[in-house]
Structure formats: structure tokens, C-alpha cells
């Protein structure tokens, strides 16, 4: 496999689906290169193609969608459960035997080791099944009527109508499907359009799509989101906006909307998860874990750790050890065997890094790595800064690669202001041993972000729980179980306990005509 890996094939996405059509783009295109340099000189590496879409094409896909929602009449919407489970087993299929193409294509366009990029397509397809498995067991639970004073119910959920999803670059596959799935299968229709970068694995996965599900059920468009995005919510057609980005692209978006009352928003934003090591934290184990955490994929993770609170007792031997663990890292290709660190996929990143190691210079700051800071074409070796203060431009902002803040602190409470004061809560990782200090400060950290690690890196797995942050972080929660319920909204059929509407009940349920009345339930 690695030789494959080794050689670019360029190949143009010359389609788009919409309305359960793949319809072949003849306007202006956008060129695909990888930050990856296959020359001895450096030079880009060309990967493709794919179509600059245009304001027509965005109408259209809503207006597909819309009408295969039909004011939720549509045959997606009112289909049985075990039809629509059926249609997404069926994409699951056909998705696993793209694997090696869409492994491939993440290594390319984003950098993306190979181990990991492995790991989210199975993680992926994992999910699907998950959620598959889900959604059985909460159509299992629902399918009975309670009587409660007199009134017979059944109660259900149900599809909330036109989504539009909007996937990250960095888990270009992952993370947009945590939103495409479950939006999906609930019964929704829905609109993607992939991000800047990671776009040309879905090419793969198109005709998939357009086999498996209902036309105009999933309409996916490529091109700039602005172009797109922004006339889309402008028809007022969308019910959800399901969008893993940035904050600022958000409330632009949804200040489009004519009815903003009736959009509903799932969104996950930016964050700035600190690590929190107290004195009497295992030193190596914290900087294991801060290295994985602040450092895996070169930061570019919305649950990386992007500062670090050190206890001043122990800020010498934990900034040495992790300095030196940094330094050890190794810089390669994505296919390289025990890689760590890869080239960076957005071309500007490299400067960007840059001006936040010089403004946090400029006011007193040091890079104590050997290695920090040093320069190519496509990366920058991560910097660790310290001491790091509130006036430097690296504590505020969301650096989202490969540079890591120390600050300094006397005592718990200076992080947890810090954190209270903070635009952002997603994650925190505290590490220590004396529950005395540990017990209040979790339940301090728990009420200023959704989750607290004990003892290693803040992550979003497993995908069983609950994903989401306050404040700028997220609206909403994604997980497995919880996903389905951002999706969908909870409705029932009542009537009143007497014999002549217990007839009709019994008569819809023998009949089987109504997909929501009925108690059959998939295992």
C-alpha cells in the first residue's frame, strides 16, 4: 500500500449530486494541490479539481431538498423506521469499499498520518453502525402508548426538515458525518457542502449517496461557502443549520435567515482547553499527555489543549521534560512509519504560527525548545513559549496548530478565573493526585465546561458521549445517543380513553397503515 501511498493521482470531481442527479459541471473549477512535495525542490503537489458552484446550483439543492421534505409529506419523512435504517445500511456497504481511496485522499489533501487517517474512516463507519443501533433501541422504547389521566399517546420522534451541513477540514470525513447520519436517518433532507480542504475524498462516496437514498434527500454541492451557504439561508427553507467551525461563520449565517426563531442550530465552534498540572501531578504522565493533546494532527483539533497552566513548584522540570519530548517528535509524510508531525494543508499557517511566537516575544516570553519555531515550506516546527501572559496574542487566540503556551500559577483558583472569563468551555484536563484539591476544583471546572478529564487529554471520544460546550464553543449536543435527539424534534398522537377511539387506535395498529402508530420495533 505504502507505494500507492507514495504517487499523487490528480483526478478531476467533475460532478455534483442534487435532486438524485449527478450532474456534470461544466463552469469554472477550483484547483486541489497538497502541501506534500514529491520533487527535491519543493513544489506543491497537483491532486485535481473540483467545481466552483454557483448561486443556481445552491437554489437548487434547497429547493430539492425542500421539496423531497414536502412540508414533511415526502416519502423520506414518513418512511418506516426499518426503510430508512435499510437505506443508510446500505450506504455503509458501499462506503466501506472505498476505503483505501478515501485513506488516501486524507493523507493528500490534508496531511493527515496514516494511522490516523485509518482510524477516522473506521471510526466513521463505526459510527454509522452505532447510531444505526441507536436508533433501534429509541424506536424500541417508543413503540407503546402510555395512558396518563385518561389520555392514550404515543409518542415519537420526528424529522425537523431541511438541514444544512457543513463540514471541518480537519475531520473532513468524521466529524461532517456526525452530523450527516443522524441528521439522515431521523428523516431529514439535507444540503452538505464540504469545507475548504478534505474535499475531493468525497468523490469516492457520491455515487453511494445518490444509489442508496431517495432523490433530493441528500444534495451535496462543492464550491465557496459564501457563494453557497449564504443564498441557501437567505430562502428561509432551512429548519437546522449543522455547522463544526468557526463562531464568526455561524452567527453570520444565521443572521441570513428571514425566521430565525424557527432555525434550529447544532453547531461545534472553537475552543481553548487548558490543561491544568497541579504540584503533586505525575509529571511524566502529564507531559504524555499534553504532548498527545496539545500536538496530535499539529493542534488543528477543536479538543486540542491550547494552553497549558503549570504550578509554578513544578514549572522547571515539567517545561524541561516536555520541551525535550517536543523536540523528539518526528516531522515526516503521512505514510512515513512512526510520524507524528506532518505537513500543514492551509499554505498561510506557517506564518500565522509565526506571528504569534513573534508578538509573544516581543512581550517577554522565550521559545524553550531547540527545535520551536523552525521553518519549510508546508510546516512549522511547534513552539513551546513561556512564560506566557494575558497580553501576548497566543493566550487569547485559537491558535489551532502547532505552537504550545505555558503560563504559570500559584494557586487552582488563577486557572479557574481565567477559564470563567473565557469566550470559550468545551474541555478541560486537570492533573493531580490529592482529591482535596482535585474534589472542589471538578466541581468548579464542571460548571464552566461540559467535560473534565482527570488525569489525561481532552478528547471527543468515545462517540457514546456527550459532545457539546458552552458559550462560544457549541450549541447543542453531538453523540451518538444525543445526536439523534439535536436532529429531531419529540411529537405524539393522543385521544382520549374511551371505547370508540380505542377502536380506531386498535384498527390503525392491526392495519399497519400508519408508519408512526404502530408498535413494531427493529432489534
Known amino acids: 500500500m505504502s507505494e500507492k501511498i507514495n504517487e499523487a493521482h490528480p483526478f ?7 435532486d438524485g442527479e449527478l450532474k456534470h459541471w461544466e463552469g469554472s473549477f477550483s484547483d486541489v494541490f497538497s502541501s506534500i512535495s514529491t520533487t527535491e525542490k519543493y513544489a506543491p503537489t497537483y491532486l485535481g479539481k473540483v467545481p466552483d458552484l454557483s448561486k443556481t446550483q445552491a437554489i437548487e439543492a434547497v429547493e430539492a431538498a425542500d421539496k423531497a421534505y414536502n412540508n414533511g409529506h415526502g416519502e423520506w419523512p414518513t418512511m418506516k423506521v426499518s426503510d430508512r435504517i435499510k437505506c443508510v445500511e446500505n450506504f455503509v456497504t458501499a462506503m466501506k469499499t472505498t476505503r483505501e481511496e478515501v485513506v488516501k485522499t486524507l493523507m493528500w489533501e490534508i496531511g493527515k498520518s496514516l494511522p490516523d487517517s485509518e482510524k477516522e474512516f473506521d471510526r466513521t463507519v463505526e459510527y454509522i453502525y452505532e447510531t444505526i443501533k441507536s436508533y433501534k433501541e429509541l ?200 510520524v507524528f508531525l506532518t505537513p500543514l494543508p492551509e499554505k498561510e499557517k506557517p506564518a500565522y504560527i509565526q506571528s504569534l511566537i513573534d508578538d509573544a516575544l516581543k512581550y517577554g516570553a522565550q521559545v524553550i525548545n531547540k527545535k520551536g519555531g523552525e521553518t519549510t515550506e508546508n510546516f512549522i516546527f511547534p513552539a513551546v513559549l513561556f512564560p506566557v501572559t494575558k497580553d501576548m496574542r497566543v493566550y487569547h487566540e485559537e491558535q489551532f496548530g502547532p505552537v ?85 424534534i419529540r411529537t405524539f398522537v393522543a385521544s382520549k380513553d374511551n371505547e370508540y377511539n380505542n377502536e380506531i387506535l386498535q384498527q390503525l395498529l392491526d392495519s399497519k397503515k400508519c408508519n408512526f402508530i404502530n408498535t413494531d420495533y427493529i432489534l
Open 12 to 18: 478531476s470531481l467533475e460532478y455534483y449530486l442534487i
Open 139 to 338: 424506536n424500541a422504547r417508543n413503540a407503546h402508548f402510555s395512558n396518563v389521566q385518561g389520555i392514550n399517546a404515543m409518542i415519537r420522534r420526528s424529522p425537523l426538515g431541511v438541514v444544512l451541513c457543513l463540514g471541518p477540514y480537519n475531520y473532513p470525513l468524521n466529524e461532517t458525518f456526525t452530523l450527516l447520519i443522524p441528521a439522515l436517518i431521523m428523516g431529514n433532507t439535507v444540503i452538505f457542502k464540504p469545507a475548504k480542504h478534505g474535499v475531493l475524498l468525497h468523490a469516492p462516496l457520491l455515487k453511494a449517496f445518490q444509489q442508496c437514498f431517495p432523490k433530493g434527500v441528500i444534495n451535496i454541492l462543492f464550491g465557496r461557502g459564501r457563494e453557497l451557504a449564504s443564498p441557501i439561508m437567505e430562502t428561509g427553507l432551512v429548519a437546522v443549520l449543522s455547522l463544526i467551525g468557526n463562531s464568526k461563520s455561524a452567527v453570520a449565517l444565521q443572521d441570513l435567515h428571514p425566521n430565525k426563531n424557527r432555525l434550529r442550530l447544532i453547531l461545534g465552534l472553537e475552543a481553548k482547553n487548558p490543561a491544568i498540572i497541579l504540584p503533586d501531578a505525575n509529571i511524566d504522565l502529564a507531559v504524555s499527555e499534553c504532548i498527545s493533546g496539545s500536538l496530535s494532527f499539529n493542534g488543528q483539533r477543536c479538543t486540542a489543549l491550547k494552553v497549558l497552566y503549570v504550578h509554578e513548584d513544578i514549572e522547571a522540570e515539567f517545561n524541561q521534560k516536555f520541551a525535550e519530548k517536543v523536540d523528539a517528535l518526528k516531522f515526516g509524510n503521512p505514510w512515513e512509519k512512526d
Open 404 to 488: 504550545v503556551p505555558i503560563v504559570t500559577f500559584k494557586d487552582i483558583s488563577e486557572p479557574i478565573n481565567d477559564m470563567a472569563a473565557s469566550n470559550y468551555g468545551q474541555q478541560v484536563s486537570l492533573f493531580g493526585k490529592d482529591i482535596t484539591t482535585i474534589a472542589p476544583s471538578i466541581d468548579a471546572l464542571i460548571n464552566l465546561v461540559c467535560r473534565v478529564n482527570l488525569n489525561s487529554s481532552c478528547q471527543r471520544g468515545p462517540d457514546v458521549f456527550p459532545f457539546t460546550g458552552r458559550k462560544d464553543s457549541a450549541v447543542g449536543t453531538l453523540s451518538i445517543h444525543d445526536a439523534l435527539r439535536s436532529f429531531s
